[in-house]
């Protein structure tokens, strides 16, 4: 009868396979993927602006019940204002992009602040939110194709 004794592999050569076979994975993973675009880099960007917006839209609708003795909406239109702020300043790479845009939002949004701050009244508040929304609508645009 004739046995045959096999050979165990060497660490070495499994171990020489298994990164060669890493490797060609990793090149042919980055070959294959997409490159990244404008609109995917500015993705998260445009969505702080829209969140921005969206927390001016209520504003002047607060505003106003402030101006008829409501302490709580005044509290609330200070709240959405600061959050409009807060949002367009996580918008770091807007600020790179469109820095003249990013600007004049900015100092919409301070304007509305100070507006709502000094008791101004609620057409002043209103022009304000207005300014700041077409403000954010023209840094939305900048993730548009």
Do not use: C, W
């Amino acid at each position: 009868m004739l046995y045959r004794r096999q050979r165990k592999l060497s660490p070495l050569l499994v171990t020489a396979a298994a990164l060669v076979g890493l490797a060609l994975g990793f090149v042919a993973g980055r070959a294959t993927a997409p490159e990244p675009t404008l609109a995917s880099l500015v993705g998260p960007e445009v969505e702080h602006v829209r969140q921005a917006s969206g927390a001016l839209e209520i504003v002047p609708l607060e505003y106003a019940r402030a101006q008829q003795g409501n302490t709580s909406s005044l509290a609330a239109a200070r709240s959405a204002a600061r959050q409009a702020q807060s949002e367009l300043d996580a918008a770091t790479l807007l600020r790179q992009l469109n820095p003249g845009g990013f600007r004049e939002a900015q100092a919409a949004l301070v304007a509305l602040t100070s507006a709502i701050d000094a008791h101004r009244s609620a057409d002043v508040v209103q022009a304000d939110a207005t300014r700041a929304q077409a403000a954010l609508r023209e840094l939305q645009a900048i993730g548009t194709p």
